[in-house]
């Protein structure tokens, strides 16, 4: 079955770097994704991987992608407050509907 | 150019009672999508429509939950005889296509936060 798996929690202190965890079962995905949410808000598409990639740069944000393994990873540069948030690892299934891990939240210590 | 708009951003219902959840998706976006977020879990996607048509139905609960997207208004999520199991917070999603290209990028609205008394 489709399954996403992520750690449930993560504090960091302002200027660390952070790093979430994420592994998934169902490989047939052609993206995969990070959303963010922020209390009481809507979701926010924060970056994608192709799944021919094995990494992704964007400003603060790398993403590593280990195929054979199944394992997804975002890392944030130097962590800001106001990155705190719940980060969902998601990848697409059939049809088009998004398949969401479990969230994991981001505490961050100033 | 306007987000994805639900209403309303909260939603009180009495056990038996029904509730009407609206999405108006981006302009130009004929793809919608509703996904539930249980309390403390992850969104878990519930039906996928086009105008008029329902395309992917998997994750809506058999009974009492029904969905349309008609040619004219926005999308309804409808729930009948609401239960306390049914309080969460239901997400709409729409995208300008689907498939695997990156124009299906699946853009989400505020939420509705349904409460169950």
């Known amino acids: 079955g489709e399954d996403v798996e992520q750690s449930l929690f993560l504090s960091v202190r302002e200027g660390d770097s952070s790093v979430i965890n994420c592994t998934y079962t169902?490989?047939?995905?052609?993206?995969l994704y990070w959303y963010k949410q922020e209390p009481g808000a809507g979701l926010q598409l924060l970056t994608y991987i192709f799944s021919n990639m094995d990494m992704k740069q964007d400003q603060r944000l790398t993403v590593l992608l280990n195929k054979k393994d199944k394992h997804l990873s975002l890392r944030i540069a130097d962590t800001q407050t106001g990155d705190s948030a719940i980060y969902f690892c998601v990848h697409g299934g059939a049809t088009n509907k998004l398949i969401f891990g479990t969230g994991t939240l981001l505490a961050v210590q100033p | 150019n306007a987000g994805v708009m639900q209403n309303p951003r909260h939603l009180v219902r009495r056990r038996g009672q029904e509730a009407r959840l609206r999405c108006s998706p981006m302009?130009?976006?004929?793809?919608v999508y509703w996904y539930r977020q249980l309390p403390e879990e992850g969104l878990k996607f519930m039906v996928y429509l086009q105008k008029e048509n329902i395309i992917d139905e998997s994750g809506m609960p058999k009974e009492r939950f029904s969905a349309e997207f008609p040619k004219e208004g926005p999308s309804i999520l409808r729930i009948q005889q609401v239960v306390r199991g049914d309080s969460a917070a239901y997400f709409c999603?729409?995208?300008?296509?689907?498939?695997?290209?990156?124009?299906?990028?699946?853009?989400f609205g505020p939420g509705t936060r349904l409460t169950v008394l």
């Open positions: 302009k130009g976006h004929s793809h």
């Open positions: 999603a729409s995208s300008l296509r689907t498939g695997t290209s990156l124009s299906g990028e699946q853009f």
């Open positions: 169902d490989s047939s995905s052609t993206y």
